[in-house]
């Protein structure tokens, strides 16, 4: 960055973050806890308690359950996500409403101020949005603050801070870039979260070994799926069974489908039990009832919005489509980044789709339209249409639906996020034409 004057808005800050830096991600912590040791960051706790997520899916899902849950028991929070949908303010929540432009623009200049004094430091985008929000969580301390790690572990700027409670999600490939393909590393580096002596929640059956080594090798205190922590049924009237922080039992039972994977749902009870708070199980049921996470398995209508964009999430995926036929075609609208497996995401989805609409993006990473119909093709899908863009894509699909049909829209952060801004403006249009038409 350079020493002019500092931009007023959010977007002027957000793009000049964007070209402060010759790469996007850059793994490791020195620099991050440089800067964070300057802010008083590392000084005291962050929050009464401090649940950070790692995982290669399910991260969101999580954190979102372990918000409604904590906030229905009446208890403060703070929680730092990424990447957003629509604004950059999703990013941060406090007591579940988004941070506003002041207080985020306030830890940008907290941060930038910090990295300056003494020998400069350089920090990435989301570096420095993370140390922004962190700041911004530290002004007051909540009672619980959530951290979701954006890529890895082990050397992501989340972990700069010392948990109370590290939770693991899954395990699968992604990332390959920074994270290579071998499942033992990328383990490895997702349990860089777990702290010695604290909880370690795994939140799935089938997480490589490497995971139980590093904690092993901590001292951390393993809580497992199926060993420590259970959960019976599926969809409506499901049932949880775990342990709280001194080891006593706990169960909850006819628990309502949150419409997100009950796995996560189970592993963010457990993880806020071993805060020590009391779960009631009338407040965990109605948290869980009316748990909200855009762009997960969100139902616009016949639309489906889902942010999967690996094997492992369009697995799921497929699987929940199946489990709920329609009387007429599933189509899916797919767009992809370049560095992504768009052929293992095919085969995944390719069990639950009967046409697809392939959608180009823009950027450095962009995968075009082309590209992804050619998948398909030799493939032998039935490729509808190619968009250039995932708002194009949605408009031409929306024209030729029939009633019964439905569309998946998923492959990127960036595919929902513009198809949900489309289905917005669309709505917003439709409603003024009516009022235009009422109008005496």
């Not at 004057?5 to 800050?13: G, T």
Request: hydrophobic content about 45%; charged content about 20%; aromatic content about 4%.
């Amino acid at each position: 960055m350079c020493d002019a004057a500092l931009p007023i808005s959010l977007d002027a800050w957000l793009a000049r973050l964007e070209a402060a830096h010759p790469v996007g991600i850059e793994l490791g912590l020195e620099r991050v806890a440089e800067v964070a040791r300057r802010m008083g960051l590392l000084e005291a706790p962050l929050a009464g308690r401090v649940i950070t997520v790692a995982g290669t899916n399910g991260k969101g899902s999580t954190v979102a359950m372990l918000e409604a849950l904590a906030r229905a028991h009446g208890v403060s929070t703070a929680a730092y996500t990424s990447p957003h949908l629509l604004r950059y303010n999703e990013r941060l929540r406090l007591d579940g409403k988004e941070a506003d432009d002041a207080l985020l623009i306030a830890g940008f200049e907290a941060v930038e101020a910090a990295r300056l004094d003494g020998e400069p430091v350089s920090l990435t985008y989301f570096e420095v949005g993370t140390l922004g929000a962190l700041w911004a969580i530290a002004r007051r301390p909540p009672d619980l603050a959530i951290l979701e790690v954006g890529l890895g572990g082990r050397l992501d700027a989340v972990n700069v801070i010392d948990s109370d409670v590290a939770v693991v999600t899954t395990v699968a490939r992604d990332h390959a870039a920074f994270l290579g393909d071998d499942l033992e590393g990328i383990g490895r580096e997702k349990a860089g979260i777990l702290r010695a002596g604290r909880p370690a929640v795994l939140g799935s059956t089938t997480l490589p070994a490497s995971v139980r080594a590093v904690a092993s090798e901590l001292g951390a205190r393993v809580v497992a799926l199926d060993e420590a922590f259970w959960r019976q049924g599926d969809g409506e009237g499901w049932s949880w069974a775990g342990q709280g922080g001194a080891g006593e039992s706990l169960t909850l039972a006819g628990l309502p489908d949150p419409g997100l994977p009950l796995d996560n749902a189970a592993t963010a009870l457990q993880a806020l039990a071993l805060t020590g708070l009391p779960l009631d199980p009338d407040t965990c049921h109605r948290a869980l009832a009316r748990v909200e996470l855009p762009g997960r398995m969100q139902w616009l209508g016949r639309w489906c919005l889902d942010v999967g964009h690996n094997p492992h999430a369009a697995t799921y995926l497929a699987e929940r489509l199946l489990a709920r036929p329609c009387a007429g075609r599933t189509i899916a609208l797919l767009g992809m980044l370049g560095d992504k497996n768009a052929d293992g995401v095919m085969t995944a989805l390719a069990p639950a789709v009967d046409a697809w609409v392939a959608v180009g993006l823009t950027g450095e990473r962009a995968r075009t339209a082309d590209d992804l119909a050619e998948r398909l093709v030799a493939r032998g899908e039935d490729v509808w249409h190619r968009a250039a863009s995932p708002a194009e894509g949605a408009s031409w699909l929306a024209a030729r639906l029939a009633p019964e049909d439905r569309v998946l829209v998923c492959g990127s952060f960036f595919t929902v996020g513009e198809v949900l801004a489309w289905w917005q403006s669309s709505a917003q249009t439709e409603a003024d034409e009516t009022a235009i038409e009422g109008a005496p």
